[in-house]
């Protein structure tokens, strides 16, 4: 939901009406850093695409820093009304500003891939790409090889629309990732030795808060050098944005291994499916899969615990479903019931490269808790488990239409944001409306699944299965 209101420089602004039941309620506008908080005397420019010939501006066009997007758009207006002093966060909306700080003819861009792969990064770079060149007429646009460490230790690639033409295509990140590599230093060192005064960082939560020690290191250096980072993570974990761009291919990429493992249970006797998706600390592509497959009948993420004995427990719940049905099948995101998993001493210290705990096989585990608990109680009857195991073929593929759409949205206005002179920015849907964030904000936020609220409770209501909780 956009909201305009004349402009001001005030952080909180309040909506007075006596015969409105918010009246009591503030908007607080989340603050934006820009180039001039610590260069007051950059100049400024008309905007190219006044005189673009496929741009024909027309009034409100141009976006304006009044143009703001709320980030709760549900309120309770029942008696119990927010208190005075109450506030909802507000964002600039994003889009095309009317001046901007960049000269076009002295831009050197640099666009750069980190951490796991997702559907639509090379969408993002693509767009990225022929955004500047062709809204913009920028002609120095460069990528960086292998993650944070390329900028320090390889060549920039010259792109161009020629170059990226058909990258949306491929699944994965042509100018190839990588984790860790982060060295604040060498880092910015190298980007004032390569020229480069605007920077696209492509990246998951690590990412973005690497990000944001870029943005202070450069702020403290005073240099006229725009960062803005372009949320991605298959997993839906980044907060404040409705969704990062890959998940709805990966949800889709998913019911396709539901569907083979519900093929597997059917076809056997007392036959379980058994699907691993990914989602360390959230479970939104097990719980959005669940919900559009009906296949499902349990569906295990991170932020729900579970038990397997006892009373409403795992085992009980299957053995029931097996004596209904002849079959099942059960989906768990990765990161459920790491605590549950034997960990020698050596796993319990061991971290990738990003200083991540290295997660066990919860699908392999739960494939031998099974056939245990099965062999154990049900000795010399027939029982059958397929472990199907996607997640490196989801987040391999390119994206579908819809992701595509959103990347090229996201790179748009990440496009505009910095050429306006915002730095030190995410760009992302809030309510559907693109708006910008600042880069901590988004740093340091969680997007966990809220299991008290509708969508868990439709998942319990489509499968039916227990709610782990001891009687």
């Not at 982060?182 to 998951?204: E, P, S």
């Not at 029931?320 to 998993?341: F, T, Y």
């Not at 195991?389 to 390119?398: N, S």
């Not at 340091?444 to 209501?461: G, L, Q, T, Y």
Request: proline share 5%; glycine share 10%.
């Amino acid at each position: 939901m956009a909201v305009s209101f004349p402009e001001t420089n005030d952080l909180g602004m309040t909506l007075r009406n006596a015969q409105d039941p918010i009246s009591s309620t503030s908007l607080q506008l989340q603050k934006l850093p820009h180039l001039t908080n610590f260069l007051p005397h950059l100049k400024s420019y008309p905007n190219p695409l006044d005189s673009n010939p496929f741009f024909h501006p027309t009034d409100g066009f141009y976006v304006t820093d009044s143009d703001v997007i709320l980030r709760q758009i549900i309120l309770d207006l029942s008696a119990n009304l927010p208190a005075p002093s109450s506030s909802h966060l507000v964002y600039y909306r994003a889009g095309p500003r009317k001046q901007i700080f960049y000269d076009p003819n002295n831009v050197r861009a640099a666009i750069v891939t980190c951490g796991g792969l997702c559907p639509g990064m090379n969408t993002v770079i693509r767009e990225v790409v022929v955004g500047l060149w062709e809204l913009y007429g920028v002609r120095k646009i460069y990528g960086i090889a292998g993650g944070y460490r390329g900028f320090y230790s390889r060549d920039p690639i010259e792109l161009s629309p020629k170059v990226v033409d058909d990258w949306h295509k491929k699944g994965g990140t042509v100018l190839e990732t990588s984790r860790g590599g982060f060295d604040l230093h060498k880092i910015v060192d190298a980007i004032q030795t390569h020229g480069f005064n605007q920077v696209y960082i492509i990246g998951g939560d690590g990412t973005m808060r690497g990000a944001v020690k870029i943005f202070d290191e450069i702020q403290r250096r005073k240099l006229n050098i725009g960062v803005t980072g372009l949320p991605k993570t298959v997993d839906n974990d980044i907060g404040i944005i409705d969704k990062s761009f890959g998940f709805q291919t990966a949800v889709e990429m998913a019911q396709q291994a539901i569907s083979a493992a519900h093929v597997e249970a059917e076809s056997a006797v007392n036959g379980i499916g058994l699907v691993k998706l990914m989602g360390r600390s959230t479970g939104h592509i097990a719980l959005y899969s669940t919900l559009s497959s009906r296949d499902v009948d349990c569906c295990l993420i991170p932020e729900i615990d579970f038990y397997l004995e006892g009373k409403g427990g795992l085992f009980e719940f299957l053995e029931k479903r097996l004596q209904e049905n002849g079959h099942a099948v059960l989906v768990v995101a990765e990161g459920a019931g790491q605590d549950k998993i034997p960990r020698t001493e050596a796993q319990k210290e061991e971290r990738d490269e990003s200083g991540n705990l290295v997660f066990l096989d919860v699908g392999s585990w739960l494939k031998s808790e099974l056939k245990k608990w099965w062999s154990r109680d049900h000795p010399g009857e027939l029982f059958t488990v397929k472990h199907i195991d996607p997640t490196y073929m989801i987040r391999a593929v390119p994206a579908n239409a819809t992701d595509n759409l959103y990347c090229t949205l996201l790179a748009h206005s990440a496009i505009h944001g910095i050429m306006a002179g915002y730095t030190g920015f995410v760009c992302g849907p809030i309510n559907g409306n693109y708006a910008y964030i600042p880069l901590k904000e988004v740093a340091e936020a969680k997007n966990e699944v809220n299991v008290k609220d509708h969508k868990w409770a439709w998942v319990r209501s489509v499968t039916n299965q227990p709610d782990f909780v001891r009687k």
